[in-house]
């Protein structure tokens, strides 16, 4: 089996200016380009796969490579510093990363991801969104505790089901891992929220009360309202013929999350429910 690529590189700027699905938010940060939790077909529904940035791997596959940013906390300390002076700090929202997990195994060496963390808490912004799937983020409690109510760690969670995520996302922590870092989250005081994102089959009933206690809110949001069109990046990507051939076919429609929906609204309460871009921009 090839080895994974590493590659480090310099950024011009750490943050850029984002919008469209992500219109809550003034800025993307993306600590690395590339997402090793792709390798080996993980998370097929990735639509950053198809993207431009893509191409930043030569030619290796998706997921087989990671590129680190290793500038990028000192270019962060540098806009937010302006920021600060020109009095747009207190505002601003940003949302970390929307093109990668910012917890991707070379962090444990580079602790990019943690350096922009505690940029965060000497330049205070109005909230950052940290999503990942990694319980990696568990190593930046100390840091996620003084960032206080101005950081939302979201954990993406996709289906309470362990046998669909082997089957759909098998390079990813399991659901009991991940359910364990949103708990442990949730009883340290920080802002937690579950991204559903986007749904893969699963239990309704159960998935609504294991996420009353392991979130603050859930997201929840599927291939047709989240991919950005209407379904079609999704189709182009396989999923309805992945579905078939695994038997979820009934999973793969549009409004299949809204029995999902339903079950988590009857548990949680309406004002914990939200979805996909609407629920996305709620910061």
């Known amino acids: ?24 938010f003034a800025y993307s940060l993306n600590p690395y380009i590339g997402c090793a939790f792709g390798d080996a077909g993980g998370c097929p529904f990735c639509y950053v ?8 791997g030569e030619g290796a596959p998706w997921g087989s490579w990671v590129i680190a940013k290793t500038n990028l906390v000192e270019r962060l300390r540098i806009e937010l510093a302006a920021m600060r002076k020109s009095d747009r700090l207190e505002a601003a929202t940003i949302f970390m ?18 350096g922009a963390l505690e ?7 109005r909230r950052v969104l940290l999503q990942t799937r990694s319980p990696m983020v568990e190593s930046d409690l100390d840091v996620l505790r003084r960032l206080g109510d101005r950081v939302i760690v979201s954990m993406t969670l996709e289906t309470d089901d362990d046998s669909v995520r082997r089957a759909i996302t098998p390079t990813s922590p399991s659901v009991e891992r991940r359910f364990k870092t949103a708990r442990l989250m949730r009883r340290e005081g920080i802002p937690i929220q579950l991204a559903i994102s986007p749904m893969l089959p699963n239990h309704p009933e159960r998935f609504a009360e294991l996420a009353d206690d392991a979130a603050d809110r859930v997201i929840v949001d599927s ?5 950005g069109s209407g379904g079609r990046r999704s189709r182009g990507l396989g999923i ?12 793969f429609r549009p409004g299949a999350e809204q029995q999902l929906l339903d079950a988590m609204r009857r548990r ?9 871009r609407d629920g996305f921009s709620a910061v």
């Open 49 to 56: 796969r198809a993207l431009p940035v893509a191409m930043k």
């Open 223 to 227: 291939y047709f309202a989240g991919d």
């Open 268 to 276: 949680l309460g309406e004002h914990r429910v939200l979805y996909s």
């Open 1 to 24: 089996m090839p080895s994974r690529i590493y590659r480090y590189e310099h950024t011009s700027r750490a943050l850029n200016p984002t919008g469209g699905f992500l219109k809550g």
């Open 97 to 114: 990363s929307s093109a990668t997990d910012p917890y991707q195994g070379l962090e444990r060496k580079l602790r990019i991801t943690r």
């Open 119 to 125: 940029a965060f808490v000497e330049y205070p912004v």
């Open 240 to 251: 309805g013929e992945l579905y078939d051939r695994l038997g979820y076919e009934g999973w």
